[in-house]
């Protein structure tokens, strides 16, 4: 049996971590765009030293996995993020800081393994839990140090930020799930700089992960998966999800305080695709679970659902949060299972009729397998297949800077054929999802989470 096709814990088959760093030119199979200029760049989990005790995937340090294109041509780098826990880590010798899966001994490890963003000309690796964001040099990925904005920075920063691609504003939040204000909200200026920073008062404790935002309102979403607060306080964690709980998602002036709330039915997302505003109605898509947890007896639950028993099964929807009224409406719009959506960012805001998804595969748990693209426009979609028992990652639209429409562009994802061991970055036509190019990168790359583009030689 293929080792690389069974996992039986998050640092073997899929997940293996990579244990070097390394700069390497590419080979390419078709042709790269000549107008394709930047990087394109994912976060990853892997950890640096021998774990304590249990490994969870979320558990590892940041490293990031980066293409650089620049006429025609590719080349391959890895780098841990340097954060200050994984320096201390590295002058002990030793690993100090035990995983999610373990006991509370010390604070969480803030690995900036998450999420990557680039914004005012600096590309910044965000953590989940919301930790100091990590600014890269591009394309070295060499670490510059934590990102603080000229001072400005009061709280952390939590993957999922979003830039405003029309003001250059970086819209935030701050996740605490062990004490109040578990929210924090900020908004950057386009230098950045912190204008505005306001503590959000949720229902609990619960389990944030994303954001949205139109030209008026950034949508906040608190939905009824929570920390179990009696199991935090005996210094164990576990997420409980409460059926009869509602949905609540929140409209914030981009520069306020105040939320008003609306109300739905129980589910979670991990991830939005996009909000806009329509007259009275805010419009916000997501990847929507019905119900998040397991189907095993409560009692029976892990401290922490590992991914192997969380339920992964979102949908493409939509809610319509009526300003007028304070109703929400809300429908479903594919029967597919997607994650991971992402969409020219060029239409963050602002409607938008295209979305690219990564394919939840069926016999795994957690990976995709092919890529769709969302016309939601005319309710149809296409996908591209990765091939047999290859897996993909996120995957990020790059605009074509001679053309202005929506799906005018190239795609970007990392896809590992398990069967030969080897990762390719493919770069498909976002049109029609044909491939253009495929860069072969000299190794193979463990599963990764978020991924993004960054241009070189930007102004910083
Ligand atoms: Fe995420």
Same mark, same amino acid.
Request: glycine residues 8%; negative net charge; contains cysteine.
């Given at each position: 049996?293929?080792?690389?096709?069974?996992?039986?814990?998050?640092?073997?088959?899929?997940?293996?971590?990579?244990?070097?760093?390394?700069?390497?030119?590419?080979?390419?199979?078709?042709?790269?765009?000549?107008?394709?200029?930047?990087?394109?760049?994912?976060?990853?989990?892997?950890?640096?030293?021998?774990?304590?005790?249990?490994?969870? @995937?979320?558990?590892?340090?940041?490293?990031?996995?980066?293409?650089?294109?620049?006429?025609?041509?590719?080349?391959?780098?890895?780098? @841990?993020?340097?954060?200050?826990?994984?320096?201390?880590?590295?002058?002990?010798? %030793?690993?100090?800081? !035990?995983?999610?899966?373990?006991?509370?001994?010390?604070?969480?490890?803030?690995?900036?393994?998450?999420? %990557?963003?680039?914004?005012?000309?600096?590309?910044?690796?965000?953590?989940?839990?919301?930790?100091?964001?990590?600014?890269?040099?591009? !394309?070295?990925?060499?670490?510059?140090?934590?990102?603080?904005?000229?001072?400005?920075?009061?709280?952390?920063?939590?993957?999922?930020?979003?830039?405003?691609?029309?003001?250059?504003?970086?819209?935030?939040?701050?996740?605490?799930?062990?004490?109040? !204000?578990?929210?924090?909200?900020?908004?950057?200026?386009?230098?950045?700089?912190?204008?505005?920073?306001?503590? =959000?008062?949720?229902?609990?404790?619960? +389990?944030?992960?994303?954001?949205?935002?139109?030209?008026?309102?950034?949508?906040?979403?608190?939905?009824?998966?929570? @920390?179990?607060?009696?199991?935090?306080?005996?210094?164990?964690?576990?997420?409980?999800?409460?059926?009869?709980?509602?949905?609540?998602?929140?409209?914030? !002036?981009?520069?306020?305080?105040?939320?008003?709330?609306?109300?739905?039915?129980?589910?979670?997302?991990? #991830?939005?695709?996009?909000?806009?505003?329509?007259?009275?109605?805010?419009?916000?898509?997501?990847?929507?679970?019905?119900?998040?947890?397991?189907?095993?007896? #409560?009692?029976?639950?892990?401290?922490?659902?590992?991914?192997?028993?969380?339920?992964?099964?979102?949908?493409? #929807?939509?809610?319509? +949060?009526?300003?007028?009224?304070?109703?929400?409406?809300?429908?479903?719009?594919?029967?597919?299972?997607?994650?991971?959506?992402? =969409?020219?960012?060029?239409?963050?805001?602002?409607?938008?009729?295209?979305?690219?998804?990564?394919?939840?595969?069926?016999?795994?748990?957690?990976?995709?397998?092919?890529?769709?693209?969302?016309?939601?426009?005319?309710?149809?979609?296409?996908?591209?297949?990765?091939?047999?028992?290859?897996?993909?990652?996120?995957?990020?639209?790059?605009?074509?800077?001679?053309?202005?429409?929506?799906?005018?562009?190239?795609?970007?994802?990392?896809?590992?054929?398990?069967?030969?061991?080897?990762?390719?970055?493919?770069? %498909?036509?976002?049109?029609?999802?044909?491939?253009?190019?495929?860069? #072969?990168?000299?190794?193979?790359?463990?599963?990764?989470?978020?991924?993004?583009?960054?241009?070189?030689?930007?102004?910083?």
């Amino acid at each position: 049996m293929n080792p690389l096709l069974n996992a039986t814990s998050f640092l073997d088959g899929p997940y293996t971590p990579v244990t070097d760093e390394r700069t390497d030119h590419c080979r390419i199979s078709g042709e790269l765009p000549d107008a394709m200029r930047g990087m394109f760049v994912q976060n990853s989990p892997n950890p640096k030293l021998p774990p304590i005790g249990a490994y969870h @995937w979320f558990d590892g340090d940041g490293m990031v996995h980066g293409v650089e294109i620049q006429d025609g041509k590719a080349t391959y780098r890895n780098r @841990w993020t340097r954060t200050p826990d994984l320096a201390e880590e590295e002058a002990a010798g %030793l690993a100090l800081y !035990p995983g999610i899966l373990n006991p509370i001994t010390r604070r969480d490890k803030d690995t900036a393994n998450t999420d %990557l963003c680039f914004h005012n000309g600096k590309l910044l690796a965000l953590w989940w839990l919301g930790g100091q964001p990590m600014q890269l040099d591009v !394309p070295s990925l060499e670490t510059v140090g934590a990102e603080d904005f000229n001072g400005t920075l009061t709280c952390g920063v939590a993957a999922h930020p979003k830039v405003d691609p029309r003001t250059g504003e970086l819209l935030f939040f701050d996740y605490d799930p062990y004490e109040a !204000p578990h929210m924090r909200y900020g908004v950057a200026s386009p230098d950045g700089r912190v204008t505005n920073c306001v503590d =959000i008062e949720l229902g609990g404790p619960s +389990l944030l992960h994303d954001i949205a935002f139109t030209p008026e309102h950034t949508v906040l979403l608190d939905f009824p998966m929570r @920390w179990d607060v009696e199991r935090l306080a005996r210094g164990r964690r576990r997420v409980q999800f409460d059926t009869e709980a509602p949905a609540r998602i929140g409209l914030i !002036p981009r520069h306020g305080s105040e939320v008003r709330w609306f109300e739905g039915p129980a589910c979670y997302s991990y #991830h939005t695709v996009n909000a806009w505003e329509e007259g009275d109605e805010t419009v916000l898509i997501a990847c929507r679970i019905d119900n998040p947890m397991p189907s095993v007896p #409560h009692d029976q639950e892990p401290d922490i659902p590992r991914l192997t028993f969380l339920r992964i099964h979102p949908f493409l #929807h939509e809610w319509r +949060l009526n300003r007028a009224t304070g109703q929400m409406t809300e429908r479903v719009l594919d029967d597919v299972p997607t994650e991971f959506p992402r =969409i020219n960012d060029r239409f963050l805001g602002v409607k938008s009729r295209y979305a690219y998804h990564p394919r939840v595969a069926r016999a795994r748990n957690l990976v995709f397998d092919a890529l769709l693209k969302y016309d939601l426009e005319a309710g149809a979609n296409i996908t591209h297949e990765w091939g047999p028992d290859t897996i993909a990652g996120e995957a990020v639209f790059v605009s074509d800077p001679g053309r202005s429409g929506e799906d005018d562009g190239w795609l970007c994802a990392y896809a590992t054929d398990l069967r030969q061991g080897e990762t390719t970055l493919r770069v %498909l036509d976002a049109s029609d999802l044909s491939e253009v190019a495929r860069v #072969h990168i000299p190794r193979r790359m463990p599963i990764g989470f978020h991924a993004d583009w960054a241009p070189i030689g930007a102004p910083a």
